[in-house]
């Protein structure tokens, strides 16, 4: 019963290839978001969707795609990755109406570019 | 623009030792605050939470944080910590009016003495 799961949890590929990460989360949650998190720790917002539409999007790469199938799904594709692009990406997702609870965030997944 | 310091980049305390992690933040109104910690290798798990009463909140793990608006700090605290509680904390701000667009600071990773 886990709440945000993300998969591949490691991803290795080689610069120029296109890759996506799969996002689920079963909270019943509105609003589902992307991170980037680089070798330094710091946590970055990068996309963040309610109900199925886009209502951020910080200045991202159009390399960067998200893709929201529903509510509870949000993928992250990447297209022509760079060597930049290492970094671990989270997955979150909150209640968008009424409280504000937090996120809960999914375990990660570790993007290496060769 | 709102903003979150966490001063600390790194702590090291001795087991049973009391802990305090600052966190500053800068905002016109008071926002919601949250503390999250990541182990190695997960994602960020949250903590507690403040949005508005008591100022002394309490959350999981013997954790605690204050908020003090004449300071514009919401720091945590621990009475005496476990070799378990080593991990990387992190503090949030999300504006009152967009709970969508958290701010996370830097992290402060604590590391504890035997």
């Known amino acids: 019963d886990t709440a945000v799961s993300q998969t591949p949890k490691y991803l290795v590929t080689q610069m120029g290839n296109d890759k996506s990460i799969k996002c689920e989360q079963n909270l019943g949650h509105d609003t589902m978001y992307w991170y980037k998190q680089d070798s330094k720790k710091f946590l970055k917002i990068m996309f963040s969707?309610?109900?199925?539409?886009?209502?951020i999007n910080e200045t991202v790469p159009n390399r960067f795609s998200p893709k929201s199938p529903d509510k509870a799904h949000l993928n992250l594709h990447i297209n022509s990755l760079e060597l930049g692009d290492s970094a671990v990406y989270f997955c979150?997702?909150?209640?968008?109406?009424?409280?504000?609870?937090?996120?809960?965030f999914g375990p990660g997944t570790r993007l290496t570019v060769t | 623009a709102q903003s979150v310091t966490q001063p600390d980049i790194h702590i090291t305390v001795s087991e049973g030792a009391s802990l305090e992690l600052r966190c500053n933040y800068s905002y016109g109104a008071t926002p919601y605050l949250f503390w999250y910690v990541q182990s190695p290798g997960q994602g960020l798990q949250l903590l507690l939470k403040?949005?508005?009463?008591?100022?002394l909140v309490k959350g999981i793990k013997g954790l605690e944080a204050e908020f003090k608006r004449s300071q514009s700090s919401f720091n945590l605290r621990k009475p005496s910590v476990h070799w378990s509680d080593a991990a990387e904390y992190f503090c949030a701000v999300a504006p009152y009016s967009s709970a969508s667009k958290i701010i996370f600071g830097s992290g402060t990773r604590l590391s504890i003495r035997p």
């Open positions: 969707y309610n109900n199925k539409e886009l209502i």
């Open positions: 403040y949005f508005s009463g008591d100022t």
């Open positions: 979150a997702s909150s209640q968008a109406a009424g409280e504000f609870i937090g996120q809960y």
